[in-house]
């Protein structure tokens, strides 16, 4: 999923996110845990802020579309 495809990220959220290598980016999308399918899955739809320091990201698990979130430390 390309960065320009990402409209629901703060400005700093979105600096933070495109500091990220593009692979480590695709790698942090396709292995959000799911609480409700109890594995691993990718996130959709997800929005982005900065918070506490770090960068979490909040969406839609692709396969059950229950929400799941991923932070990523700063
Ligand atoms: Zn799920």
Redesign the pocket.
Known sequence: MAVENLPDFTRPARQRWESIPADIRQRLLANVW?G??RHE?TITNFTGTIKGGDLLLVGK?A????D?ARVIEG
């Open positions: 799911c409700q399918c899955v698990c396969e059950c579309h229950g799941v």
